[in-house]
């Protein structure tokens, strides 16, 4: 009735920006992304009898109305799935994120995978992690993708058995480092998704994302970094250009972001292999090799920001009895 889990926040690669169906959240394209380690959630969750009610604690602070809102989401459809009678029982669920929250880095991403993780072993559910993957999605269709890990692909459906996520196999795992810049600004990423199809560049970003989700995914197949990461930082701009022409007219970068793409841009002019992402926010990851990521740091951090150097990250697990947080 109790376990522990473990996901890392993702970076899109290939971005989803939009849901078709806001409470199931499916979105209106497949989405491809890349988990980032040693950045992590992790979470605890028990089914008490002895509890009042649900209970969901995130960071030391308990959660209230649309953000328990969304946890509440996973849990009930854990409940429906499973056939243990304690699952019916109140959940307790803690979480604690190893890296900064709400500044563009994934962290619902991992906070929902490791959810859904978590509570998917405690009620005795016996699901491969594409049927997991399903269950996060509740929470935050990114969090699909965290799930499975590494590269994943997110495909779209109007139901389960169609819209979850799938690892991408890829040479690129193991030589692949991401320098985040983080520039804090607070970001407001599901108001940007909820405006995202009245943007007039809409229509226009669907017309033309088949063809990247096709180059990434068989870029990765054969190990091409310059093409699936070039491919990512256009995404990008993409993603912005539909995020900032809304009806609010979101503008998420700040002086920093931007300070940051010019200095990727002039170390690539160098020979670097090297390319900038973001998501809806205003932190960089920025894509190179273990070769030049020592350089590419340091270049990064003399833009005035702080920067952590991560990996590619494995699917969600469960820890052992020792790691819970309570």
Known sequence: MKATAKAHPIQGLVKYHGMRDEQLRLPYH?????????SHTKTTVEFDPDLEGDTFVVGGEQLADHEADRVASVVARVRELAEADHADYPVRLESENSFPSNVGLGSSSSGFAAAARALAEAADLDLTLPEISTIARRGSSSAARAVTGGFSDLHAGLNDEDCRSERLDSPLEDDLRIVAGLVPAYKETEHAHREAADS?????????????????????????????????????????????????????WKPETIEIFDAVRELREEGVPVYFSTDTGASVYVNTTADHVDRVEDVVADCGVETMVWEAGGPAEILPEDDALF
Do not use: K
Request: charged share 20%; hydrophobic share 40%.
């Open 30 to 38: 497949d989405s491809i992304s890349v988990c980032t380690a040693p």
């Open 200 to 252: 007039h560049m809409f229509e226009a970003r669907l017309a033309h994302i088949h063809d990247q989700l096709a180059t990434v995914r068989d870029a990765l197949r054969a190990g091409d970094f310059d093409r699936v990461f070039e491919t990512a930082e256009h995404d990008s701009l993409s993603l912005a250009a539909t995020t900032m022409t809304g009806p609010s007219g979101w503008v998420y």
